[in-house]
């Protein structure tokens, strides 16, 4: 009797710590709706060697994010089949000429690369060109804020996946001051690589994926591919135009392992010349409209042309250049082209440019 007493209260403590158990998973999944991961315990007392979780993990607000522009399967986001990432951010905030300081957070969330990945794209210039390599996305939110990351940025870099929408923040709190830093309450998007963080909007809702929207003719297979010259435009209005490298800039060199998406390994030589920071911190002034909706595209004497966004360029934490290359001896493939030290493939490294082109107003 004993026995059996005993085995029946089991059972029905085994059956209740179960219902308990599916009950707290349900909860979990109606208030972690677009979270794959629970709130990571903090490690306050440096059990590991882990720098980033030894502070209260918390959640952010989030919102429904739509998809649009230019790809057939446009529509809301489902976040429940992507993969959850981390990255760690400095934030700091244009003010006036200066730059403010407002703190270093990790922040979870789901990468542009994997929201993105499953759209059919749709260019409405592809007829002209057809490379993907002139895209960008425009992310927008429900104030009217706006910023530009460009398609390379999201899909050539040699980083993946570290430009997300966050939707659990930490803070990375100083051990000697215990500073802590204002902490977001809604959902945000973050650029890892942007030293001025002004691209970090609150509660992202749409994105829009446009192709660059300027005329250039399209010569495929032009012999020989050569500008004596390029011509530097700021809102369609000629500002300089370029027959050498310019001489009050250091040219420097990089090493790299040269590879195309298509072709593979190209070369191991080092790249040497100018940097298109140094030379367009001269000609355009840092605001926070530049940094969040500025873009360059680089156009070839054949039409071919990639973009890049002002943050791209000139804004970068990592001191991952894009240098102009200017070599006068070339008569084919020459004289100017660009190398993008922070991509992993080659295909924006373009040669035989005549013109780069900067707008801040690209409808």
Same mark, same amino acid.
């Given at each position: 009797m004993k026995r059996t007493t005993i085995l029946s209260t089991v059972l029905v403590f085994l059956f209740f710590n179960t219902s308990c158990d599916n009950? &707290?998973?349900?909860?979990? +999944?109606?208030?972690?709706?677009?979270?794959?991961?629970?709130?990571?315990?903090?490690?306050?007392?440096?059990?590991?060697?882990?720098?980033?979780?030894?502070? /209260?993990?918390?959640s952010l607000k989030t919102f429904e994010l739509e998809i649009s522009g230019e790809i057939k399967n446009p529509g809301k986001v489902d976040f429940s089949g992507l993969t959850l990432h981390s990255i760690i951010v400095k934030e700091t905030e244009l003010s006036g000429e200066k730059d403010t300081f407002i703190g270093a957070y990790r922040y979870d969330g789901y990468s542009l690369y994997d929201i993105l990945n499953n759209c059919i794209l749709?260019?409405?210039n592809a007829k002209e060109f057809n490379p993907i390599i002139d895209l960008f996305v425009e992310l927008e939110n429900d104030k009217g804020e706006k910023t530009v990351i460009s398609w390379g940025e999201i899909f050539y870099p040699n980083h993946l996946h570290e430009i997300i929408i966050a939707t659990k923040v930490m803070r990375i709190v100083p051990?000697?001051?215990? /500073?802590?830093?204002?902490?977001?309450?809604?959902?945000?998007?973050?650029?890892?690589?942007?030293l001025i963080t002004e691209r970090n909007i609150n509660r992202p809702s749409k994105i829009t994926i446009k192709s660059y929207n300027k005329n250039l003719k399209v010569e495929k297979g032009k012999k020989p591919l050569f500008?004596?010259?390029?011509?530097?435009?700021? /809102?369609?209005?000629?500002?300089?135009?370029?027959?050498?490298?310019?001489?009050?800039?250091?040219?420097?060199?990089?090493?790299? &392992? @040269?590879?195309?998406?298509?072709?593979?390994?190209?070369?191991?030589?080092?790249?040497?010349g100018v940097s298109l920071k140094s030379y367009f911190n001269t000609?355009?002034?840092?605001?926070?409209?530049?940094?969040?909706?500025?873009?360059f595209v680089i156009a070839a004497d054949d039409g071919y042309r990639g973009v890049y966004t002002y943050s791209e360029l000139c804004n970068r934490n990592d001191q991952a250049e894009v240098l102009l290359i200017c070599k006068?001896?070339?008569?084919? +493939?020459?004289? @100017?082209?660009? @190398?993008p030290s922070c991509d992993? @493939?080659?295909?924006?490294?373009?040669?035989?440019? +005549?013109?780069?082109?900067?707008? /801040?107003?690209?409808k």
């Open positions: 009950k &707290i998973k349900q909860d979990n +999944n109606k208030t972690n709706k677009y979270s794959q991961t629970s709130v990571i315990e903090a490690d306050t007392i440096d059990a590991t060697n882990n720098f980033y979780d030894n502070a /209260e993990t918390y749709n260019k409405k051990s000697k001051t215990n /500073e802590l830093w204002k902490l977001p309450t809604e959902s945000k998007l973050i650029v890892s690589s942007d500008s004596p010259k390029v011509d530097i435009y700021v /809102e369609n209005k000629i500002i300089e135009t370029l027959y050498k490298n310019p001489s009050n800039i250091q040219e420097k060199s990089l090493h790299t &392992i @040269f590879y195309g998406r298509g072709r593979g390994i190209h070369s191991t030589e080092p790249f040497t000609k355009i002034k840092r605001t926070q409209k530049a940094l969040r909706e500025g873009i006068p001896e070339l008569k084919d +493939n020459g004289i @100017f082209k660009v @190398f992993f @493939f080659s295909d924006r490294a373009i040669k035989g440019i +005549n013109g780069i082109y900067y707008s /801040e107003n690209q």
